[in-house]
């Protein structure tokens, strides 16, 4: 077939799989063949166990970026793998046209888990938020009386809450923005952090306040202590809903089933998403009282794959190893290792660092690099996170990683920017 061959042949007969198949090749049909609206690092991951990877040329890489949360139970986790490989053999699509038995278990334990009455499930993270904008919309109209059409959300300045035409519409990220409009009108953009902000925009026809708990994509902001609790307060007195999107704070990240846990404050609605699938397929769904989500009827919203029974059998699951295994615990545990061994980053190539559970955001000093050199620095030294935004890196590690192996992490971290400083003469 000479040059004509088919590109997906070329790769082990269509299996990509293939160790004969270097990292070089795999990156060059990926970058020929996929759409570049990623610039991932040169690392061709092909297995996986715990919280450690290994490449298609069998280097190993300690993960500490966990699928941005998605990993929370680790590559493989063999608890959740024995229950996706016995739901697999039993049934895994019905649609919502019927019940599946895994449908109920899984709305029971995942309401239960946060204390609310229902669940509306869906499938990616940004769909657990686009049917949250729904719901308040439809609430403020049906239930606080807000004229048609007139319903705002206010949502925080530096948020990440997925990719859709809607959620861009309210990003400041110019790359997630730029050039996708028209724009969905029916949002206020206020500073992260700031609840005088909020109470200045609330008014008569706010149907919700959607936050994150802690900002991951901004680089793992921790907003002041009251700040959730001062929004609590805004939107029962103003009657607006308070939407906690925890797809990536929730579920153990920071150390509790949920980051609000940190403050006390109850949400009128959860998000979550990520971890939910037990690193095994997209999960995400809409938590909440009666009073809120039974504003939706029969066709009014849904999902051909949400409530599935492969995601119901992940979901539920995961709700039960919160619930009854070790990994809360852990997550503390491994949340003071990276507090305490963190600190010693500040004037050693680090400008500030934020911690909350084993959950990080590292401001590096840019004239040292850039995040994404940090990233492929770190890679070099077989350790695997991501940039933020400028010189700032974020670790969110599987919960599952041992001490030492975090430690072990730590130490390149430490190395790195130790190499760093000794090339730009500061060191
Ligand atoms: C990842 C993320 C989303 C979007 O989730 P997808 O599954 O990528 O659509 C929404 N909100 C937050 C806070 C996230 O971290």
Redesign the pocket.
């Known amino acids: 077939m000479g040059d004509n061959r088919d590109p997906g042949q070329r790769v082990g007969g269509g299996d990509p799989a293939d160790p004969a198949i270097s990292t070089t090749e795999h990156i060059g049909l990926a970058e020929t063949h996929s759409a570049h609206n990623y610039d991932p690092l040169p690392v061709v991951i092909a297995e996986g166990t715990g919280a450690w990877v290994s490449d298609v040329e069998g280097r190993r890489y300690l993960d500490l970026l966990a699928g941005?949360?998605?990993l929370n139970f680790g590559h493989r986790n063999p608890e959740l793998l024995a229950v996706a490989h016995r739901q697999l053999d039993r049934l895994t699509l019905t649609s919502r046209a019927f019940y599946n038995d895994q449908f109920a278990p899984f709305v029971t334990a995942l309401s239960g888990m946060v204390g609310k009455d229902q669940v509306l499930p869906m499938?990616?993270?940004?769909?657990?938020?686009e049917t949250a904008i729904k719901v308040a919309r439809r609430w403020a109209y049906d239930v606080k009386g807000v004229p048609d059409g007139e319903a705002s959300i206010i949502v925080a300045g530096g948020?990440?809450?997925?990719?859709t035409t809607t959620?861009i519409s309210f990003s400041e990220d110019p790359d997630a923005y730029t050039g996708f409009g028209p724009y969905t009108p029916g949002f206020r953009v206020v500073p992260y952090g700031d609840a005088e902000a909020v109470e200045a925009a609330v008014g008569p026809t706010t149907a919700a306040v959607l936050v994150?708990p802690v900002?991951?994509?901004a680089g793992v902001l921790v907003p002041p202590p009251d700040y959730l609790p001062r929004l609590r307060e805004i939107c029962d007195r103003e009657r607006v809903l308070l939407v906690a999107?925890?797809?990536?704070?929730g579920l153990g990240r920071t150390g509790t089933v949920v980051a609000c846990e940190h403050t006390g404050v109850e949400p009128d609605v959860y998000?979550f998403?990520?971890a939910l699938g037990g690193g095994v397929l997209?999960v995400?769904a809409v938590v909440a009282d009666e009073d809120v989500l039974g504003v939706l009827g029969p066709g009014q919203h849904g999902s051909t794959f949400g409530g599935n029974p492969l995601a119901g059998a992940m979901g539920r699951t995961v709700v039960r190893m919160l619930r009854e295994g070790p990994y809360l615990a852990d997550a503390r545990a491994l949340g003071e290792v990276m507090r305490t061994r963190l600190k010693e980053f500040i004037g050693a190539g680090a400008f500030s660092v934020r911690t909350i559970g084993p959950w990080a955001g590292i401001d590096v000093d840019p004239s040292l690099a850039s995040g994404r050199e940090l990233c492929e620095l770190l890679a070099e030294r077989g350790v695997l996170v991501k940039d933020a935004h400028g010189s700032t890196i974020r670790l969110s590690p599987p919960l599952v990683v041992s001490e030492d192996d975090l430690n072990w992490g730590l130490d390149q971290v430490a190395a790195v920017l130790a190499d760093l400083r000794t090339r730009a003469g500061t060191g």
């Open positions: 941005y949360s998605a499938n990616t993270g940004v769909e657990a938020v948020n990440f809450h997925g990719r959620v994150e900002q991951g994509e999107d925890e797809v990536q704070s998000l998403g990520k997209p995400s």
